[in-house]
């Protein structure tokens, strides 16, 4: 049997329509709803990209896997940038600070939702050994290995600007040179 490969696309120059079947990676949902990072580049793109697949009515889907890791990234981010927080990240967690960054978080991912369909990773059917001996290599990231499968038993595109795609048999839309 032979694989299919995939190229990536250039995603600023994608016509999005309404039959679309879009999974964004969590990193797109940090530029666009998590905290602004300096020097970065991305949002400007992924904001305008973002408002084009909505335009066009695509179909943009989400399971908790990347709900998981917005919400973790995020708050690490934050974590990041408290400066009285030096110490470790669950001391951080554990302040008082921490709560309104945590609703911070909560709204953000409830922005998030309202654009998607949630659907389920199929937890109980993946080929849990494949991934785990992916995983074993330390060639590949464990949860990216999971989105592929999402995608590939969806029928879905992936958008993200995550380089370590790169070499996942499945359909990808990015900004990032890495992946083109």
Not at 22 to 44: E, T
Not at 55 to 65: G, N, T, W
Request: overall charge neutral; charged content about 25%.
């Amino acid at each position: 049997m032979t694989t299919m490969r995939y190229k990536a696309g250039e995603i600023r120059h994608y016509n999005f329509t309404a039959q679309d079947k879009l999974f964004l990676d969590a990193n797109i949902w940090l530029y666009l709803y998590g905290p602004p990072k300096p020097r970065s580049d991305w949002r400007p793109i992924y904001t305008s990209v973002f408002n084009r697949m909505v335009r066009a009515k695509s179909q943009i889907y989400i399971d908790v896997l990347v709900v998981s890791e917005f919400i973790n990234a995020y708050a690490r981010l934050k974590w990041r940038d408290a400066s009285s927080y030096p110490n470790t990240f669950k001391t951080f967690r554990s302040s008082s600070d921490f709560k309104t960054v945590a609703e911070d978080i909560a709204a953000d991912v409830k922005l998030v939702l309202n654009h998607c369909t949630r659907i389920e990773s199929g937890f109980a059917t993946l080929g849990m050994d494949n991934l785990l001996n992916g995983y074993a290599t330390g060639d590949f990231d464990f949860n990216d290995q999971v989105i592929t499968e999402i995608c590939k038993n969806n029928g879905f595109t992936l958008i993200t600007n995550d380089g370590d795609f790169k070499t996942q048999e499945i359909p990808i839309l990015t900004a990032n040179a890495k992946l083109l």
